[in-house]
């Protein structure tokens, strides 16, 4: 069986009995993981965190992109995705955990401040709260000016952007199933972490 046959495979599989946690209808394409990468400038010094890389197909753009593979850490809850992105990826760092508990799924990962996050959580899945929780734990781990790069399906951003955080619209992908559209998050001097 081909590699894009296991991960289609495998997301097939999660999504049938992990539904909230895959949140989509079929793996995001490569036009799609394309535009994300696009977002993070590989010049730009520092590790490279990835929330929910799936079968790995941002991680697969950001490694075109001239990202070095060392330099992603990519945090993944699912155990089957997480295996298989470590297979695909053997020099990224797949750890095992919950994204919206970064305090505790970091803990033994200490790192330099982030170049950029790029996210393919099912945010709106989610409540509020938790969406609020991802966007300032990744907020306080990212170096000032860095992005944090989302995608959703929906016609708005899957969390308005808080005090401090600038947000823009980089890209509508029609080419995806369902279309899908990037949003980049920064922060601003006004950030304040206990207040976003």
Do not use: C
């Amino acid at each position: 069986m081909t590699e894009s046959a296991l991960q289609h495979l495998g997301f097939w599989k999660a999504l049938l009995t992990r539904p909230r946690h895959v949140g989509a209808i079929v793996p995001s394409g490569p036009v799609l993981a394309n535009a994300m990468a696009a977002q993070v400038d590989p010049n730009v010094p520092g590790p490279i965190l990835e929330l929910g890389p799936g079968t790995g197909v941002v991680t697969q753009a950001l490694t075109a992109r001239g990202i070095a593979p060392e330099r992603i850490v990519a945090v993944e809850y699912d155990p089957e995705f997480a295996a298989m992105v470590q297979r695909r990826f053997p020099k990224v760092t797949v750890i095992r955990g919950d994204a919206f508990d970064l305090d505790k799924t970091l803990a033994a990962h200490p790192m330099a401040p982030l170049a950029a996050a790029v996210s393919s959580l099912p945010l709106v899945n989610f409540p509020h709260e938790l969406r609020s929780k991802v966007l300032r734990d990744v907020f306080s781990r990212l170096a000032p000016g860095a992005p944090f790069v989302q995608f959703s399906y929906r016609f708005g951003p899957p969390l308005p952007p808080p005090d401090g955080v600038t947000l823009r619209k980089a890209a509508v992908i029609w080419r995806n199933l369902p279309p899908a559209r990037v949003w980049v998050y920064r922060r601003d001097g006004r950030w304040n972490a206990r207040l976003g």
